[in-house]
């Protein structure tokens, strides 16, 4: 079993920053994980958001928040991170943690090509003009 608990959300306003984080517990070793983030909007279907390799090392970003979010982990703590910038108003949504086993996969097939196995409850982000 995978537990994935999400905290950090909250009201921000227009061109704010805040930091959202995703602890990781359960018998799997995190460190072998692609993880990443994904949102959801009301009315409006869940999008991924970014993506981080299980080093660290490579990392992806829907274009939306592309040079505005970065995520990043750290393994000695089970912890994901998702710093976002400038934020928008168009960014207000619930964030969702999700992993996955990488294996020889690319963060990118982990977490778009194909729907990772685990998740969080979400977290929620909303953010005033």
């Known amino acids: 079993q995978v537990q994935l608990v999400e905290s950090g959300g909250g009201l921000v306003q227009a061109g704010g920053s805040l930091r959202i984080s995703c602890a990781a517990s359960?018998?799997?070793?995190?460190?072998?994980?692609?993880m990443g983030w994904f949102r959801q909007a009301p009315g409006k279907k869940r999008e991924f958001v970014a993506g981080?390799?299980?080093?660290?090392?490579?990392?992806h970003y829907a274009n939306s928040v592309k040079g505005r979010f970065t995520v990043s982990r750290d393994n000695t703590k089970n912890t994901l991170y998702l710093e976002m910038n400038t934020l928008k108003v168009e960014d207000t949504a619930v964030y969702y943690c999700?992993?996955?086993?990488?294996?020889?996969?690319?963060?990118?097939?982990?977490?778009?090509?194909?729907?990772?196995?685990?998740w969080g409850q979400g977290t929620q982000v909303t953010v005033s003009s």
């Open positions: 359960g018998r799997a070793d995190f460190s072998t994980y692609a």
């Open positions: 981080i390799g299980w080093s660290g090392r490579t990392t």
């Open positions: 999700a992993a996955d086993r990488q294996g020889t996969l690319s963060t990118y097939e982990v977490m778009v090509v194909n729907t990772p196995r685990n």
